[in-house]
């Protein structure tokens, strides 16, 4: 069984640029969900995808969005980047879509906004 | 908004001894409650959790505790090992509101844990 893959692994980008990132669920599961984990913080929940759509979002701004596949893989995409955005960024998986269900985290893309 | 707090930044614990790791929510309509443990370089990865239908939950070296009156839930490694040394999170699960079933985590800040042989 394959975990949560994340690519890329680091990313370096400047102010104002777009930035998106991929990945890939656990076999089996239909729910991901992306976090941004700032350093020295807790992972802070950005969105949710299940079955292609968005359930569920956090305090993020609009410039923060995502795509669901049929395959269940994911994007997170952010336009204008800002400083403050230079985090470690999770996806997790579950498998059912049930607001209850464990969720997998992948390693995570460290994305650097200079 | 629940607001979960962690406010111990780091613990060191001898081999062999108990790890005592706390964590405090703010809001008692929340009442799932996990933990996870993170390595440098890996995702966080899930540990135990916890139900407000109990006070106790085990498994294997973890424990969980939950006060519900102190708004209160505790971690227990019993022996801690050099390779429990982990950032640990506490994190309630939330339902999503509005007729939507979704699960937010949302998690305190993380405490460095390290074991020393």
């Known amino acids: 069984e394959t975990g949560v893959t994340q690519s890329p692994t680091h990313l370096i980008k400047t102010r104002g640029q777009q930035v998106t990132l991929r990945c890939s669920s656990q076999?089996?599961?239909?729910?991901v969900s992306w976090y941004q984990q700032a350093l020295g913080q807790g992972p802070q929940f950005i969105f949710q995808?299940?079955?292609?759509?968005?359930?569920g979002r956090g305090n993020f701004p609009p410039r923060f969005s995502g795509l669901q596949f049929p395959n269940y893989s994911s994007e997170l995409n952010v336009n204008a980047l800002e400083l403050d955005d230079s985090a470690l960024y999770l996806c997790?998986?579950?498998?059912?879509?049930?607001?209850?269900?464990?969720?997998?985290f992948g390693p995570g893309t460290r994305l650097t906004v200079l | 908004d629940q607001q979960v707090k962690q406010n111990s930044p780091s613990l060191s614990v001898q081999e062999g001894r108990i790890s005592i790791l706390n964590c405090d929510y703010t809001?008692?309509?929340?009442?799932?409650f996990l933990w996870y443990k993170k390595y440098p370089a890996e995702g966080p990865t899930f540990l135990i959790s916890?139900?407000?239908?109990?006070d106790k939950n085990e498994d294997g070296r973890f424990t969980v505790f939950l006060n519900k009156s102190a708004k209160h839930l505790s971690l227990h490694i019993v022996p801690s090992q050099p390779g429990d040394s982990a950032v640990y999170f506490c994190?309630?699960?939330?339902?999503?509101?509005?007729?939507?079933?979704?699960?937010?985590?949302?998690f305190g800040q993380g405490t460095i844990l390290t074991v020393h042989p």
């Open positions: 995808y299940y079955r292609e759509e968005e359930n």
């Open positions: 997790a998986s579950s498998p059912k879509g049930e607001s209850t269900d464990t969720q997998y």
């Open positions: 076999s089996g599961h239909n729910t």
């Open positions: 916890i139900s407000s239908i109990k």
């Open positions: 994190a309630d699960l939330t339902s999503g509101a509005g007729g939507t079933s979704y699960g937010k985590l949302t």
């Open positions: 809001n008692s309509m929340f009442d799932y």
